[in-house]
C-alpha cells in the first residue's frame, strides 16, 4: 500500500521556522520526484517545492526562494520541507506528492499556522 504521512505542522510566531516531513512507503522512493504543495484557506493548490529522483536539483516557487528548502534522505524514504522566517500568509495545508511518469501520490497533508 502507498503511503505518504507528513508530520511537523503545527502553530508557530511569525519569524519562527519548521520543518515539515513525509515518509514514503510502499513505491520505489528512488524512482520518484518528489513534491511539497500548499492550500492556503479558501484558495487553490500552490506548488511550493520539488526535489528530482535522488536529489541532484531542487526548485523552489520564486516568491519562497530565501526561506523554504527541500531535502530528501533515501535512506529514511523521507523528503523534508525546511520553512524559515514563516509568515501569516505561509498558513496553509502543505501536502508532499510523490510522481513518476504515471503516477502521482498524494499524503493527507499537515496544517501550518502562522500567527501570533
Known amino acids: 500500500e502507498v503511503q505518504l504521512v507528513e508530520s511537523g505542522g503545527g502553530l508557530v510566531q511569525p519569524g519562527g521556522s519548521l520543518r515539515l516531513s513525509c515518509a514514503a512507503s510502499?513505491?520505489?522512493?528512488?524512482?520518484?520526484?518528489m513534491n511539497w504543495v500548499r492550500q492556503a484557506p479558501g484558495k487553490g493548490l500552490e506548488w511550493v517545492s520539488g526535489?528530482?529522483?535522488?536529489?541532484?536539483?531542487?526548485f523552489v516557487a520564486e516568491s519562497l526562494k530565501g526561506r523554504f528548502t527541500i531535502s530528501r534522505d533515501s535512506a529514511k524514504n523521507t523528503v523534508y520541507l525546511q520553512m524559515n522566517d514563516l509568515r501569516p500568509e505561509d498558513t496553509a495545508v502543505y501536502y508532499c506528492?510523490?510522481?513518476?511518469?504515471?503516477?502521482?501520490?498524494w499524503g493527507q497533508g499537515t496544517q501550518v499556522t502562522v500567527s501570533s
Open positions: 506528492s510523490a510522481v513518476d511518469w504515471l503516477n502521482t501520490y
Open positions: 510502499g513505491f520505489t522512493f528512488d524512482d520518484y520526484a
Open positions: 526535489i528530482h529522483r535522488r536529489g541532484e536539483r531542487t
